[in-house]
């Protein structure tokens, strides 16, 4: 098994690990004590992009982050809420996966454990910046705690407190999780995104016969461009400036011209931005 390593909480570069298979039932039989969580190391069962962001100029190590995570191999599942190892194992009873109690397992009531749940297909990480893919997967893992499905989300390997602190390991042999429906629907989503944006710019093109885009964006970008960045105010801003130029006949007309902002977040955000503030009186 080869996957992704953090040394230890606060690390800040990670590697490629490799574990055989007498090694990780090893590692699940008899897990290594650690008095101090933050030591432990921490996994990603994925791969790595080709060409990672280092964590410095003179560190040339992989940084610790999400953008570094090209494919997972598994979803990592954290269970903190109370479901109980007994329920999870009935209700996924027909999926293959490993899991193991967490290091604070006993400390508050209710089951606190980690699943391991291998897929029929490598799932690229980009995925996870969908917000409807998201929900897909809240969708068949509603008590799992929702940052596991965040790009970049590590789990700690197995591990306990002590010595003899209450630790339990258990192992289903079913189908692999995932499938050609998945991602069959992800594309899907996509598509359909795209289409609707298309239709949405081709409606623009007949909005900017009665109105002078360029002139209200390039109005607009100069506003803009006076509000100072960090702590939400450029958001909050960029909204209540939306609905002001909105109301001045911008609406959708805003397709036909290159987004004010030049990077991709603001590219797909700019158009519901415009459509939200259309609400705002």
Not at 173 to 199: P, Q, S, T
Not at 240 to 264: I, Q, R, T
Request: charged share 25%; aromatic share 12%; hydrophobic share 35%.
């Amino acid at each position: 098994m080869i996957f992704l390593c953090k040394p230890n909480q606060f690390s800040k570069y990670m590697h490629l690990a490799s574990m055989s298979n007498e090694q990780w039932n090893e590692l699940l039989e008899h897990p290594p004590v650690f008095s101090d969580k933050s030591k432990a190391p921490l996994a990603i069962y994925g791969s790595m992009v080709r060409d990672p962001e280092p964590v410095s100029e003179t560190v040339r190590r992989p940084r610790c982050t999400g953008a570094n995570v090209e494919h997972l191999d598994c979803l990592q599942l954290d269970f903190d809420n109370g479901f109980s190892i007994r329920e999870f194992a009935e209700h996924y009873a027909k999926w293959r996966w490993t899991l193991y109690t967490s290091y604070s397992y006993g400390y508050k009531e209710g089951d606190r454990f980690r699943v391991i749940l291998p897929l029929q297909s490598k799932m690229p990480c980009h995925v996870l910046n969908n917000r409807r893919v998201k929900a897909n997967l809240a969708w068949h893992f509603p008590h799992v705690d929702q940052c596991c499905f965040d790009r970049g989300h590590w789990q700690i390997l197995p591990c306990v407190r002590s010595k003899g602190a209450p630790y339990q390991y258990l192992r289903n042999k079913g189908e692999l999780w995932g499938g050609d429906d998945f991602w069959k629907e992800y594309e899907c989503w996509v598509k359909d995104d795209e289409i609707e944006f298309a239709r949405r710019a081709e409606k623009a093109k007949e909005l900017t016969k009665t109105v002078n885009v360029e002139e209200l964006v390039s109005q607009l970008e100069d506003e803009l461009n006076m509000i100072p960045v960090g702590a939400g105010q450029r958001y909050n801003r960029v909204k209540h400036l939306l609905a002001k130029y909105v109301h001045k006949g911008l609406g959708e007309a805003v397709l036909s011209v290159p987004c004010p902002w030049s990077d991709k977040k603001w590219q797909r955000q700019w158009p519901g931005l415009v459509n939200w503030a259309a609400t705002i009186t």
